[in-house]
């Protein structure tokens, strides 16, 4: 009853795509499709395209360069695009290898048209080649070309098929395979499993159901298997300012420019891939540091896994928009490897190119200079012009005990995916009592911090001097400042005596910080700088007190520090240290 409910279903999915957005003839090239094959002749492609229109709706056909001629369904939106492809694949309706197409894509169509207009169709001209990043040699687009292959009879197919190599016979295989039709080893024997598999590939694609491809035949499955890498203009290209050779998707990447360790190839397609390619002389700590880095940047989302050898590493990104991969390994003194951008629901191509780039890394002689981009813009929020990855929100915070446990405003773990203390330690919320603004975090593994924040016991005098710690500018500069100023008031404004009014002109990253004395005592916390929703005033600021400060970590099961002991006011100097080793900068990360 599942799979009658589930076969009677996807009809009515794409149905409702297609109803729900009704495509004109001017507006069928504004959307996207899901190509489903490709052919080398314009009759074996109007064929499958009347196959598949028998029990598929948004059927079209249309030359696709180099000879071939693809069936696609659509148009759609991206989004129907990529539920129609999952539901069909997931059901077996159309192939496994069937991938997202675009309009550059598209040349001529032939199906559906008007009868004397498929005699004339005239495939699209091959995409051009790739601009070459290098001076030799110059990458060349591997687009299929078109064949006129004899048929073979079942004895000149088996005939053929002996002269295949056993990576050959693999690689027939892996395609049957990947077009769902074969589930057993790879080994390259062509025993009773792979004969039933090459009859089914057969039969689902009007063939004489043999169980032997012939030559011609093979070249279609092997073409099929390929289409997500001729989709993409998979080229070889050669950098040798870089040192490096590969496989690169030449139709939606282009070199743009070197700053060093990277040469950067930009997006020049629909997909909005980027290419990275790693190319500097170092050692270990060279290739440490390099992996560190590359953690920081935008490109590299946090989740996904990664793993560092003694000499190399893999680095997997994954966001809602985009997943990367990096590989990079030191040899001989030079560290070189790629980085790969691609868009996030693509993942069947993104393997097929990866897989393409992995297996034709090539290492050459020479290694980029170090010294290759040193005239570019420079910027404190890029890494050779890369942007780094920056926090929603930053504040203040310091440390309340021994183990590293921070104090901090509410405001500042709202609707935070992740916590960090100083960007590179994680930290959870204990408590967050927000009727105060006051949150309690606990580091994810000890700290030993230079100095904790001792809570006054004595009451705040009203004109006595203060100092404010935090990271005013939000962690641009390295360490944290102070802010001098005099307490106003011991109330708030509505005559709340938990809060104590502060003549001081913070910045917005001080919030959270300590309130200090001339003793260093800690008299409170300071609060963001607006007060029920209205902005105050330059130069007011309020703190929480040091008892409400004492109760809020009582209540989260930590035991406040003892106030320094008395020996009068401490030089500003050691205000300034002591301050300086409680102080952390706390990040929210979406």
Not at 58 to 80: E, T
Not at 302 to 318: H, K, M, V, W, Y
Not at 433 to 452: R, S, T, W
Not at 523 to 548: I, R
Request: net charge negative; charged share 20%; hydrophobic share 40%.
């Amino acid at each position: 009853m599942k799979k009658l409910f589930a076969a009677l279903a996807l009809p009515l999915i794409a149905l409702a795509i297609a109803f729900t957005a009704p495509v004109s003839a001017q507006s069928s090239r504004d959307g996207v499709w899901i190509q489903i094959a490709a052919r080398p002749s314009l009759r074996e492609a109007e064929n499958e395209a009347r196959s598949y229109a028998a029990r598929l709706p948004d059927v079209s056909g249309y030359s696709i360069g180099g000879g071939w001629y693809g069936v696609v369904l659509g148009p759609y939106s991206r989004d129907d695009a990529e539920r129609v492809l999952q539901v069909y694949r997931a059901e077996g309706q159309i192939p496994r290898d069937s991938f997202i197409a675009f309009e550059r894509n598209l040349g001529s169509q032939f199906y559906p048209v008007a009868a004397d207009a498929t005699q004339t169709a005239e495939p699209a001209p091959a995409p051009a080649p790739v601009e070459p990043a290098v001076q030799q040699p110059e990458p060349q687009p591997q687009t299929a070309v078109q064949t006129t292959l004899p048929d073979e009879t079942p004895a000149q197919a088996r005939r053929s098929e002996s002269a295949l190599s056993r990576e050959q016979r693999m690689e027939l295989q892996v395609a049957l395979k990947a077009a769902g039709f074969y589930n057993s080893g790879i080994d390259g024997a062509f025993g009773r499993g792979t004969r039933a598999s090459m009859s089914d590939w057969q039969a689902a694609r009007g063939f004489e159901p043999t169980g032997v491809l012939t030559t011609a035949q093979r070249q279609v499955l092997m073409d099929e298997y390929n289409a997500p890498l001729i989709s993409v203009g998979m080229a070889r290209a050669e950098d040798a300012k870089a040192g490096i050779a590969l496989q690169i998707p030449a139709d939606e990447v282009a070199f743009d420019r070197y700053e060093s360790p990277f040469a950067h190839y930009t997006s020049k397609g629909d997909l909005g891939a980027k290419l990275l390619l790693i190319s500097q002389p170092g050692d270990k700590r060279t290739l440490f540091g390099l992996y560190d880095i590359l953690q920081t940047l935008e490109i590299v989302p946090l989740d996904g896994p990664r793993e560092r050898g003694a000499n190399s590493f893999t680095i997997e990104g994954r966001s809602n928009q985009i997943v990367s991969f990096t590989q990079a390994s030191l040899k001989n003194g030079e560290i070189k490897g790629f980085t790969l951008v691609w868009p996030a629901g693509d993942e069947d191509r993104h393997a097929r190119v990866l897989a393409a780039m992995q297996s034709s890394f090539t290492r050459l002689d020479g290694v980029l200079d170090p010294a290759e981009g040193g005239d570019a813009v420079q910027n404190v929020d890029l890494v050779s012009g890369l942007e780094i990855r920056k926090p929603k929100l930053s504040r203040s915070g310091f440390f309340v005990d021994g183990n590293g446990s921070v104090l901090t405003t509410s405001d500042v773990v709202a609707g935070c995916t992740r916590i960090t203390l100083d960007h590179g330690y994680e930290a959870t919320v204990a408590a967050n009592n927000a009727a105060d603004g006051i949150a309690v975090l606990k580091p994810a593994q000890p700290l030993a911090p230079a100095a904790v924040g001792g809570l006054s016991t004595a009451s705040p005098r009203l004109q006595s001097e203060v100092a404010v710690s935090g990271f005013s500018y939000e962690g641009v500069l390295g360490a944290p400042s102070l802010t001098w100023g005099k307490i106003a008031d011991v109330k708030s404004l509505d005559g709340n005596t938990n809060v104590a009014r502060l003549e001081l002109a913070a910045q917005p990253g001080d919030a959270g910080g300590p309130v200090l004395d001339a003793t260093g005592a800690v008299l409170g916390m300071l609060l963001p700088q607006q007060s029920g929703g209205k902005q105050l005033p330059e130069g007011v600021s309020f703190a929480v007190n040091a008892e409400v400060i004492r109760g809020a970590l009582n209540d989260a099961g930590l035991s406040p520090a003892a106030q320094p002991a008395s020996g009068g006011s401490l030089p500003n100097a050691a205000i300034t240290r002591l301050a300086s080793g409680m102080t952390v900068l706390v990040s929210c990360w979406e």
